[in-house]
């Protein structure tokens, strides 16, 4: 997961450079397209299964995951004009803990309660809605791409506990389910003409191999080993670092508000995760 967020985190930084260079679907579609044959070859190289998996729990997951997701963050992202719009897609985990337990009935305990808690407000700082929410469309964008990032990942928890499936395989195919998917966008919603050059290269490369290729197959190993409220608050590393970064890189000066913020989602983060650890541990090794 602590690669997962860097990878994510950095990702960020990628996109913001790259708003005027490429259309968010073409950016959307062409990071998956090209991310499908470089997992196809590790598969193929490792002599690893190509075999497609469940077909109605992967296309759901291959939806809102890795296509409305990734389409409307970008649409959000492009359209506000703010960066503090992109960090309501990571209300993920309060969705996700949501569909859990509606759909996979994971009750989360009183420690997960108190660390989404925390984690809530300090996303709240992050997002300081208070300073206002750029577009209200956009907002509503962004919010809705987290509703299917979450509901996304618990079909995929779902499909991993019915079945025993290779984890590489299926974000092969979730790569290329994505493309397809977004393909028909690039074509009727009118997008910037894409401006090829080294730079566009570059981010495409990051974007497809280190966010997509790899960073989507680190996700699904987290999604598979744990439950769905632990992988879900987890990905509350990307908007800190996100934070981060952006106060490093781009000069974006974090306030205060979100300096707080980023120590309660770290408070939140450790509170979940020692539950989901003390859970697995005999009482021996616990102690």
Not at 32 to 52: D, E, G, S, W
Not at 187 to 203: D, F, T, Y
Request: charged share 10%.
């Amino acid at each position: 997961m602590a690669l997962t967020v860097g990878l994510w985190g950095f990702s960020w930084i990628v996109m913001k450079t790259m708003v005027p260079l490429i259309g968010p679907f073409d950016l959307v579609m062409w990071r998956y397209l090209i991310a499908f044959p470089v997992l196809l070859i590790m598969l193929l190289a490792t002599r690893q299964t190509l075999a497609f998996p469940p077909l109605w729990l992967t296309l759901g997951t291959a939806v809102f995951q890795t296509m409305a997701f990734q389409c409307l963050s970008q649409l959000a992202l492009v359209t506000g004009g703010a960066g503090h719009v992109v960090m309501l897609a990571y209300t993920m985990p309060f969705w996700m803990a949501l569909f859990a337990w509606g759909l996979l009935g994971e009750k989360p305990t009183k420690r997960h309660v108190v660390g989404f808690v925390l984690a809530g407000v300090g996303l709240t700082g992050i997002i300081a809605p208070w300073q206002g929410l750029g577009s209200l469309t956009a907002s509503f964008i962004a919010l809705a791409g987290g509703v299917c990032w979450g509901l996304g990942a618990v079909l995929a928890k779902k499909m991993f506990q019915r079945h025993t499936l290779n984890v590489l395989t299926v974000t092969m195919w979730q790569m290329l389910l994505g493309a397809v998917l977004t393909w028909p966008f690039t074509l009727i919603i009118p997008q910037r003409p894409i401006v090829w050059g080294w730079e566009l290269s570059l981010g495409l490369a990051y974007m497809a191999v280190g966010a997509s290729a790899l960073g989507w197959w680190l996700w699904m190993s987290v999604v598979r080993r744990v439950s769905a409220s632990v992988a879900g608050i987890s990905s509350l590393g990307v908007p800190v670092l996100t934070v981060i970064l952006a106060w490093l890189l781009l000069d974006e000066r974090p306030s205060a508000a979100e300096v707080g913020g980023i120590v309660l989602i770290l408070a939140g983060l450790v509170i979940v995760t020692s539950a989901g650890m003390r859970r697995r541990l005999p009482g021996a090794a616990r102690r």
